[in-house]
């Protein structure tokens, strides 16, 4: 039986370290975005104001469902056929999502959502009584 060549244990390890982190991180930076959100109430809606600069509203998803609204979307990074060395990366690219609870009974048939400015508003009209199933908002 000839001898076969050892592996370096340190060697595999530092490959299998690399693959697996570099992986978790493109999960993590994936799942990590979500766009700041402001949730307030007025004595008829509950508003939802989510800054998503740079997103196409034909990337966003809205769906309320019970007491629950979620936004989903995708904020693609403009072409650049250059070579590119950056030297601060603070926006975020890729999918996000994000999920609101909403307290009491909200009327779904009548809810709506804007874009504009960088700004998506959601508003949601309360209800006296909760109307269960899921429902997509329209973005309008």
Same mark, same amino acid.
């Given at each position: 039986?000839?001898? @076969?060549?050892?592996?370096?244990? &340190?060697?595999?390890?530092?490959? #299998?370290? /690399?693959? !697996?982190? &570099?992986?978790?991180?493109?999960? $993590?930076?994936? &799942?990590?975005?979500?766009?700041?959100?402001?949730? /307030?109430?007025?004595?008829?809606?509950?508003?939802?104001?989510?800054?998503?600069?740079?997103?196409?509203?034909? @990337? !966003?998803?809205?769906?309320?469902? =019970?007491?629950?609204?979620? !936004?989903?979307?995708?904020?693609?990074?403009?072409?650049?056929?250059?070579?590119?060395?950056?030297? @601060?990366?603070? !926006? #975020?690219? =890729?999918?996000?999502?994000?999920? $609101?609870?909403?307290? =009491?009974?909200?009327? +779904?048939?009548?809810?709506? +959502?804007?874009?504009?400015?960088?700004?998506?508003?959601?508003?949601?009209?309360?209800?006296?009584?909760?109307?269960?199933?899921?429902? @997509?908002?329209?973005?309008?």
């Amino acid at each position: 039986m000839a001898d @076969q060549p050892q592996k370096d244990p &340190s060697r595999t390890r530092i490959y #299998h370290d /690399f693959l !697996v982190s &570099s992986k978790l991180l493109v999960r $993590i930076a994936e &799942s990590a975005w979500q766009p700041p959100t402001d949730v /307030f109430e007025t004595e008829d809606e509950v508003l939802v104001r989510m800054e998503v600069a740079g997103v196409d509203a034909s @990337q !966003v998803a809205l769906t309320l469902e =019970g007491n629950r609204l979620t !936004v989903r979307g995708r904020r693609d990074e403009p072409p650049c056929g250059k070579r590119r060395a950056f030297r @601060q990366m603070e !926006v #975020h690219y =890729g999918a996000f999502e994000r999920e $609101i609870w909403v307290e =009491g009974p909200v009327d +779904a048939s009548r809810a709506r +959502a804007t874009y504009a400015n960088g700004f998506l508003e959601v508003v949601l009209p309360k209800a006296r009584r909760g109307r269960t199933g899921r429902i @997509q908002v329209r973005i309008g």
